[in-house]
């Protein structure tokens, strides 16, 4: 564990759990306002669609395509958003706007795998009411559960 330690006392201080919060507040209002914009497409679709042909196939068509918006993009678009965006660059666009970045535990940047693991450990840190998101304004590295359990922290970008 003291190498660990060491390798991050070296590596580039922990973003602000405060500003950690806000590049997620942003993420999920982009999340919000895709969501939103996509039902509202289903919706004008399957209104349009539904005044030129009044058919029970259609209305099941509707039917389906907008249950899938409802209820199965919020559960897989997020996960792609995050983990993507995490394991391309280490930066969402939350981040990217308040300057932080993803790394791995040793300043690396994260896989694919990684990104995963920390996005399925977000709901770790979420059910608890919250308290493993919270926890990063009481550890001395600013890191949340999800960041312990997967082994990254978010740092301030390099500008170069």
Known sequence: MAPAKKEIASSPPAASPVLRLVAMLIDLV??????????????VWGVSGFSHLASFSHLLSI???????????????????FVVFHALGGQTIGKVCLGLQ?????????SLATSYLRYVCYLV????????????FLDDEALAWHDQLAGTRVIAADPA
């Open 30 to 43: 982009i999340l919000a306002l895709l969501y939103v914009g996509g039902v509202a497409l289903v919706v």
């Open 125 to 136: 840190s979420l059910l608890p009411f919250g308290l493993g998101y919270l926890w990063a």
């Open 102 to 110: 993803l790394v791995s535990a040793q300043g690396g940047s994260v």
């Open 63 to 81: 039917l389906t395509t907008l249950s899938a918006q409802l209820f199965l993009v919020p559960l897989i678009f997020p996960s792609c958003y």
